[in-house]
């Protein structure tokens, strides 16, 4: 039966949790698989986002917030302080707060207290579709405007100047230098430099095969594993930036070839958990197999297009091919 798995959790127990959209949540322990739903006391079915804190159990979707505590659910919606029902994300800060991001604004449940920002506290949109926390404890929260930070009680835009217009953001992640790297549903990959401010996108009309990045996590410090439109790649990168190595899993891989989901990804020890279009891909980057480079031999050379007699150059010619020997080129 298909379905679409949209977040994934593993506790202290290493119970694995999944929600869908549409399905309400499985947690797998071995092999049982219990399920949490309508019936059992989430708010919906439709989960996007799942986010645990001091035996304490976060599950947001399309109708609201709903926390699982000592075996007891309660939900929250506009009626009790959401600022909208249709949540996209949430995150736990270092705090203990929960950051729920909605249609309308972001919530924060502190301990006894709920409150929340929008565009009049600084945001430049209310529809905050992934929030992620840095070092520093500054909430980095996105829109498809840009993203805003929020730190010691302020919000602030931090990343919009040289976006291009009618962007679709889907995600950010910091790297270990303090760069971040925004996944884009139009233009791909997005590299944010944080000692200059500048931005510079990377995407199929540059270095990379594809356009839309749905998720991404660190699988190594150098290694930036995306979850695409088309599929899974491993992009070894530099701490400027600049794109190293550029692997593809596919078919011959294992890979079903389906497109992944927004910010369904879960990095765990060695594997990384997927959600796509047909349920969940587990990709293990160790098992990528590689390959020798193939050896290259310059048989012809010419210049501006034309055959050249190398020996009138007087040069060192190879004397099978005609060539200069050991040529140096620019």
Same mark, same amino acid.
């Given at each position: 039966?298909?379905?679409?798995?949209?977040?994934?959790?593993?506790?202290?127990?290493?119970?694995?949790?999944?929600?869908?959209?549409?399905?309400?949540?499985?947690?797998?322990?071995?092999?049982?698989?219990?399920?949490?739903?309508?019936?059992?006391?989430?708010?919906?079915?439709?989960?996007?986002?799942?986010?645990?804190?001091?035996?304490?159990?976060?599950?947001?979707?399309?109708?609201?917030?709903?926390?699982?505590?000592?075996?007891?659910?309660?939900?929250?919606?506009?009626?009790?302080?959401?600022?909208?029902?249709? =949540?996209?994300?949430? =995150?736990?800060?270092?705090?203990?707060?929960?950051?729920?991001?909605?249609?309308?604004?972001?919530?924060?449940?502190?301990?006894?207290?709920?409150?929340?920002?929008?565009?009049?506290?600084?945001?430049?949109?209310?529809?905050?579709?992934?929030?992620?926390?840095?070092?520093?404890?500054?909430?980095?929260?996105?829109?498809?405007?840009?993203?805003?930070?929020?730190?010691?009680?302020?919000?602030?835009?931090?990343?919009?100047?040289?976006?291009?217009?009618?962007?679709?953001?889907?995600?950010?992640?910091?790297?270990?230098?303090?760069?971040?790297?925004?996944?884009?549903?139009?233009?791909?990959?997005?590299?944010?430099?944080?000692?200059?401010?500048?931005?510079?996108?990377?995407?199929?009309?540059?270095?990379?095969?594809?356009?839309?990045?749905?998720?991404?996590?660190?699988?190594?410090?150098?290694?930036? =594993?995306?979850?695409?439109?088309?599929?899974?790649?491993?992009?070894?990168?530099?701490?400027?930036?600049?794109?190293?190595?550029?692997?593809?899993?596919?078919?011959?891989?294992?890979?079903?070839?389906?497109?992944?989901?927004?910010?369904?990804?879960?990095?765990?020890?060695?594997?990384?958990?997927?959600?796509?279009?047909?349920?969940?891909?587990?990709?293990?980057?160790?098992?990528?197999?590689?390959?020798?480079?193939?050896?290259?031999?310059?048989?012809?050379?010419?210049?501006?297009?034309?055959?050249?007699?190398?020996?009138?150059?007087?040069?060192?010619?190879?004397?099978?091919?005609?060539?200069?020997?050991?040529?140096?080129?620019?």
């Amino acid at each position: 039966q298909r379905f679409t798995p949209t977040s994934f959790f593993i506790d202290d127990k290493g119970q694995l949790y999944i929600s869908y959209f549409g399905k309400g949540v499985d947690i797998f322990n071995g092999g049982e698989v219990d399920k949490l739903d309508v019936k059992r006391g989430l708010a919906s079915n439709y989960i996007r986002s799942i986010s645990v804190y001091d035996d304490s159990y976060w599950y947001a979707g399309a109708r609201g917030v709903t926390v699982l505590s000592d075996g007891i659910y309660k939900s929250y919606t506009v009626n009790n302080g959401l600022p909208h029902n249709y =949540c996209f994300h949430t =995150c736990i800060d270092n705090q203990g707060r929960t950051w729920v991001g909605t249609v309308d604004g972001v919530a924060v449940f502190g301990t006894g207290s709920l409150w929340s920002l929008s565009q009049e506290d600084g945001l430049q949109s209310n529809r905050i579709k992934y929030i992620k926390q840095l070092d520093d404890g500054g909430m980095l929260l996105l829109s498809d405007n840009g993203i805003d930070k929020h730190i010691d009680g302020k919000t602030f835009s931090f990343v919009n100047q040289g976006l291009k217009n009618k962007e679709i953001l889907n995600t950010v992640l910091p790297d270990p230098s303090g760069n971040l790297w925004i996944g884009s549903d139009i233009n791909g990959l997005i590299f944010y430099d944080q000692s200059s401010g500048n931005l510079r996108y990377i995407n199929e009309y540059t270095e990379l095969p594809f356009s839309r990045v749905r998720s991404m996590t660190f699988y190594k410090d150098n290694q930036l =594993c995306i979850g695409t439109e088309r599929g899974i790649y491993l992009i070894g990168i530099r701490d400027s930036g600049n794109i190293q190595t550029i692997t593809s899993v596919g078919i011959e891989q294992g890979y079903p070839d389906f497109e992944t989901i927004q910010n369904a990804i879960l990095l765990d020890d060695k594997q990384i958990y997927f959600g796509t279009s047909i349920g969940v891909v587990i990709f293990n980057p160790e098992k990528l197999s590689s390959t020798d480079a193939i050896p290259v031999n310059i048989s012809s050379l010419k210049i501006e297009f034309k055959d050249t007699d190398w020996r009138e150059k007087k040069v060192k010619v190879d004397s099978w091919l005609g060539i200069p020997e050991n040529p140096i080129l620019k």
